[in-house]
């Protein structure tokens, strides 16, 4: 594997914000989903199109997070002190945040008896207090199983690496719905998940193809998954009268392409963006953690007060909503960390 120097890796820099901003417009567009056969189609539509085009963000995040950190050399005790404690801490407080906002807007009903109000929390704390928070849970599997996996990347061969994202590929196509049928009687677990995206990450962040017009293939990788996902999940919604998600599955390949690609291209471009731009850039980039465990409070507030991709039209609107929630969950997260020792808490 090619040695890359940190200052190498400005662009990962580039795709941390647009990861966030992605999930963001994921997250504005999900409800538009569920207007199938109970709205105008073009509606649906559009939700179906930005739905299809952001469904690299996460895997991307996880990518990024393979690129940064499985060629470093860890002590373990030093790691799960240091690492897992900037994403636990982060994700309490705002688990609880999401519980009392919960009480407060009256979703669930306090019961009286405050045992039982404490059994509850643990509940949303075990399972979930908010539908994006499931990404932490899996965060902290990976973090988890890094010190391991990293000791396994630094000692390995291009080609030991190739042959485990092999199988892990070749894995996620058998669990397809369409081919699970076929799949044998083998233990497959270990090539499952989104450890995959972690190796990935470093492969392709790492390795220098000899590929001649690499970023035009990648362009073209981008758009043939991204109408691929977005033509499929059509179709599928056909077939089944309702929702299907098969194509959006962030463990697919149609999804695991459109990352890569996206990866890529944040790898092989090279803007000179002006100076302000990019200090606005690492600005949002520090607090990406707090931002993405914030967000959706911000977008259910906005959409009670009629900011949401009903607005107009729904094209604009839902880049716009998201916009405006990035800028706002941007500033609660930048306001709150100047206060003493809420820094750590609340991003991380």
């Not at 801490?89 to 405050?114: K, Q, T």
């Not at 193809?209 to 690499?214: A, G, H, M, V, Y």
């Not at 109408?227 to 695991?256: D, K, R």
């Not at 900011?307 to 880049?319: C, D, G, T």
Request: proline share 5%.
């Amino acid at each position: 594997m090619s040695v890359t120097k940190p200052q190498q890796f400005d662009w990962v820099n580039n795709l941390r914000v647009i990861a966030l901003f992605a999930v963001i417009i994921l997250h504005t567009t999900s409800p538009v989903l569920e207007t199938y056969n109970k709205g105008p189609l073009n509606v649906w539509l559009v939700g179906d199109f930005y739905n299809s085009l952001v469904r690299f963000a996460v895997p991307v995040f996880v990518m990024i997070t393979g690129a940064l950190m499985l060629h470093r050399e860890y002590e373990l005790g030093d790691f799960l002190k240091r690492r897992l404690s900037r994403i636990v801490a982060p994700f309490l407080f705002w688990s609880l945040i999401y519980i009392a906002y919960m009480y407060y807007n009256e979703d669930i009903d306090y019961p009286g008896d405050w045992w039982l109000c404490l059994k509850q929390v643990c509940h949303f704390l075990r399972d979930g207090a908010s539908y994006h928070l499931w990404y932490v849970y899996m965060l902290i599997g990976l973090y988890l199983v890094m010190p391991i996996i990293s000791k396994f990347i630094r000692n390995a061969t291009e080609k030991e690496i190739r042959y485990f994202l092999i199988i892990w590929f070749l894995v996620m196509m058998i669990e397809q719905p369409y081919f699970s049928k076929y799949k044998p009687s083998l233990d497959l677990r270990y090539f499952e998940g989104y450890i995959g995206y972690l190796v990935l990450g470093y492969y392709l962040a790492f390795t220098d193809f000899n590929i001649k017009s690499l970023k035009v293939w990648m362009y073209l990788l981008f758009v043939g998954s991204l109408a691929a996902i977005f033509v499929g999940t059509y179709l599928l919604y056909q077939h089944y009268n309702g929702i299907s998600t098969i194509m959006y599955e962030p463990i697919s390949p149609s999804i695991m392409l459109i990352s890569s690609s996206v990866f890529m291209i944040g790898k092989l471009s090279m803007p000179n963006p002006p100076q302000w731009l990019l200090k606005l850039r690492d600005f949002t980039g520090k607090y990406s953690f707090g931002i993405y465990l914030g967000h959706a409070l911000i977008l259910q507030l906005l959409d009670q007060q009629g900011l949401n991709y009903k607005l107009f039209a729904p094209m604009l609107s839902i880049p716009i909503t998201a916009f405006t929630c990035l800028v706002l969950s941007l500033l609660l997260v930048y306001i709150v960390n100047k206060i003493p020792l809420m820094g750590k808490i609340v991003s991380g």
